[in-house]
Structures are given as C-alpha cells and as structure tokens.
C-alpha cells in the first residue's frame, strides 16, 4: 500500500540555521499539507499546497517558512532561520482531492530540534 | 474561526469496558468531522469519518448538531485498541485543512 513518506526522521539543528524537511506524497495525489506537533499540543495545520501554489497557510506560517515541491515528486518545507519554538514534530500529509471528505494520508514525521 | 475540544488528555479502561471518547466542536456551518488514530511509533491514520457512516475496528461515531459533537464509542474495548485518538474537523467552505484537538490517550489494560 503506497505511504506518504519524510526524511530525515529527526534532525538536530541550531537556532539561526536553514532547515529542509523532505516529504514524499503518495504518486497520485494532489493536495500536499504540513501540519505541525509541538511537544504536548495539539497537531497544527501550517500550509496546504495544490497545482505549484500554496492554497490554504496558518497565522503560523510566516515568512519564515517556505514550500517547494521541486522534481514533481518531493515536498518540501523550508525553515529559514530557526528559533526554539520550532522545535516539534513535522508531519507531511497528502490527498487525492482537496474538498470533500478525501482522506488526508500522513506521513511519519520528522522531529525537529532546534538548540 | 473552527475549534475542536477533546475535554480527557488520558482515559483508562479494562478490556471489554465500553468506550466513549468526547469530542466538540465549534464551528458556524456544515463541518466534516474525523477520527484519526495513532497506535505507538506508528503514523496518524483516519479511523472514519461521519460522512460515511460506518463502524471501523468496532468504534462508530454519530455527528450530533444539536450538540455539536462528534463522541467516538466503541462497546467493549480491547487491548489493541490503546493508541492517541484526535477528533478532527473539516469546514464546508471549500477549504481542505483539519482542524485537530489535542487528542485522548486511551489505554485498555487486561
């Protein structure tokens, strides 16, 4: 059964340094989401991405975050510089179809940790 | 702007206990909610959805406007039904982000 998946697993950064989180959707899909879990919190929504556009970003997403799905196959999430605050659990999602009740398949995550 | 409440951070339960995992929500029109489930070191994965109507793993869940919530219950529990439930919610309004609460951990002991 196809996956959605992220590397690296975990990545170790310090604070000021540009992070890239990798995610692979599902082949067919077309909607590509992250969402973010900090320790403890709830799972947050930052960003939704559809035909090379950003369609959907939270009051979280500012300019210091960036998405790119470079190759037609990769999804990235760009960090700019980080801060402590983004420590957390990144999880990339993807979907068939953006409306409706489709299914949004979630990949494993990569915990970040900012120092 | 949507919320989703998820009162219990824990709820622990014997083997063949009923099961009823609160979740509420606020929202002005015609949500689409979901459970996902997270079993341990494995990804977050939809158990079902109100639109479908359906019974997954023996859980079902009933959309109550009235009341807005969107309970998970099953009736009699089993160990392998320990994981991280988070209520989730859609809008109607043509956007395709979800909305999570905070999630309930659900441990089932023998």
């Known amino acids: 059964e196809p996956e959605v998946t992220q590397t690296p697993s975990h990545q170790v950064t310090q604070m000021g340094q540009e992070v890239i989180l990798r995610c692979v959707p599902i082949?067919?899909?077309?909607?590509f989401y992250w969402y973010r879990q900090i320790l403890g919190q709830k799972v947050e929504f930052l960003v939704s991405?559809?035909?090379?556009?950003?369609?959907?970003k939270s009051e979280i997403f500012d300019d210091q975050f960036s998405v790119e799905r470079p190759d037609g196959s990769n999804f990235t999430l760009k960090i700019r510089s980080t801060k402590l605050e983004d420590s957390a659990m990144y999880f990339c999602?993807?979907?068939?179809?953006?409306?409706?009740?489709?299914?949004?398949?979630f990949g494993p995550g990569t915990r970040l940790t900012v120092l | 702007a949507q919320r989703v409440t998820q009162p219990e951070k824990l709820l622990s339960v014997f083997k063949g206990a009923p099961v009823e995992l609160k979740c509420n929500y606020s929202?002005?029109?015609?949500?689409?909610l979901f459970w996902y489930v997270q079993y341990s070191r494995q990804r977050l994965q939809l158990l079902l959805r109100?639109?479908s109507r359906e019974s997954i793993k023996g859980f079902t869940a009933d959309l109550n406007k009235g009341e807005t919530s969107f309970h998970l219950k099953k009736p009699f529990a089993q160990e392998e039904d320990s994981a991280m439930y988070y209520c989730?919610?859609?809008?109607?309004?043509?956007?395709?982000?979800?909305?999570f609460g905070k999630g309930t951990m659900l441990l089932v002991s023998p």
């Open positions: 999602a993807s979907s068939e179809r953006g409306l409706g009740a489709s299914e949004q398949f």
């Open positions: 082949s067919n899909h077309l909607y």
């Open positions: 991405f559809y035909n090379n556009e950003i369609s959907e």
């Open positions: 929202y002005s029109g015609s949500p689409e």
């Open positions: 109100h639109i």
């Open positions: 989730a919610l859609k809008p109607d309004s043509g956007y395709s982000t979800l909305t």
